[in-house]
């Protein structure tokens, strides 16, 4: 009678990898919704109001933009 063994550690390892990398892939999609979404906001502004709390116009329209959704 032989009995089959398998390494549970090693199956519950690779998920949890796979499970991570999803989990890590989500939230820098959601980041850079989020930037896209702040920078549309921010080049709605003049540019003194940009200039006095350090931003560029130049550099947020490289960055991209997302139109606000009301």
Same mark, same amino acid.
């Given at each position: 009678?032989?009995?089959?063994?398998?390494?549970?550690?090693?199956?519950? *390892?690779?998920?949890?990898? =796979? #499970?991570? @990398?999803?989990?890590? @892939?989500? #939230?820098?999609? $959601? /980041?850079? *919704?989020? @930037? $896209?979404? #702040?920078?549309?906001? !921010? !080049?709605? !502004? &003049?540019?003194?109001?940009?200039?006095?709390?350090?931003? &560029? @116009? $130049?550099? !947020? /329209? *490289?960055?991209?933009?997302?139109?606000?959704? =009301?």
């Amino acid at each position: 009678m032989a009995i089959a063994t398998t390494t549970i550690g090693a199956t519950a *390892q690779g998920s949890n990898g =796979f #499970v991570r @990398r999803a989990f890590d @892939r989500m #939230v820098e999609a $959601r /980041e850079k *919704q989020a @930037r $896209r979404y #702040v920078n549309g906001y !921010l !080049l709605s !502004l &003049d540019d003194a109001t940009l200039a006095a709390h350090g931003y &560029d @116009r $130049r550099e !947020l /329209e *490289q960055e991209g933009s997302t139109g606000m959704v =009301f």
